[in-house]
């Protein structure tokens, strides 16, 4: 089965330090998000992503986050200065289509971000 | 989005079959029941959807009444390697950009 691949799988940082988190979705995929799930707790929306632009963020998708789709493969999420509530699991996810009904989402294993 | 309610935990033995129900008193019309299934330190996988009556996969069954106000997930002969927690999503054509809202889950642990 098609998977999305995520890259790195462990990524430890210092506070205020900027860190890119990169995604491979499914090739034939044209929708992208990210969600992040801080230990313990619920997996959160973040943004989604479509045409090259935001679909739709979440009220913790602020400045400080950004994402770009730099080439035909890769999907990534920037935070610009990293805070120490930042740590969590981050998933990024590709569906086929935007769709009419709740989308199949597939999802990655998720990179660690620890902000020291 | 319709607001779910299910247990937060449920126990089982290998080779059970374990039913995990889901409340969805306020599901619109257009909304579609999907589950996900998430082991440790990995993200979510989906494993079924349906509107109404039952649908079944290689992986489970899903039943959902006539008033669809609730939905069983429904894992046939569980192994230990089916311990996960388990999401319940209602949604429909009007979340049509990705936005799935997970809530807590039910933590099935399946034991020897």
């Known amino acids: 089965e098609p998977e999305v691949t995520q890259t790195p799988s462990h990524q430890v940082t210092q506070m205020g330090q900027e860190v890119i988190l990169r995604c491979v979705p499914i090739?034939?995929?044209?929708?992208f998000y990210w969600y992040r799930q801080i230990l313990g707790q619920k997996v959160e929306f973040l943004v989604s992503?479509?045409?090259?632009?935001?679909?739709?963020k979440s009220e913790i998708f602020d400045d400080q986050f950004s994402v770009e789709r730099p080439d035909g493969s890769n999907f990534t999420l920037k935070i610009r200065s990293t805070k120490l509530e930042d740590s969590a699991m981050y998933f990024c996810?590709?569906?086929?289509?935007?769709?009419?009904?709740?989308?199949?989402?597939?999802f990655g294993s998720g990179t660690q971000l620890s902000v020291l | 989005l319709a607001k779910t309610t299910q247990p937060i935990s449920m126990d089982s033995y290998e080779g059970q079959e374990v039913n995990i129900t889901c409340s969805h008193n306020?599901?619109?019309?257009?909304?579609?029941i999907t589950w996900y299934q998430q082991f440790p330190s990995q993200g979510p996988r989906f494993i079924i959807q349906?509107?109404?009556t039952k649908v079944t996969n290689e992986v489970a069954s899903l039943f959902i009444p006539a008033d669809r106000k609730s939905s069983t997930l429904s894992l046939p002969r569980v192994s230990l390697s089916d311990t996960a927690v388990y999401y319940c999503?209602?949604?429909?054509?009007?979340?049509?950009?990705?936005?799935?809202?997970f809530g807590q889950g039910t933590t099935l642990q399946v034991k020897p």
């Open positions: 996810a590709s569906s086929e289509a935007g769709g009419r009904e709740v989308e199949k989402l597939f």
């Open positions: 090739s034939n995929h044209l929708y």
């Open positions: 992503f479509y045409n090259n632009e935001i679909s739709e």
């Open positions: 306020n599901i619109a019309t257009n909304d579609y």
């Open positions: 349906g509107y109404k």
């Open positions: 999503l209602v949604g429909g054509f009007s979340s049509n950009t990705g936005k799935l809202i």
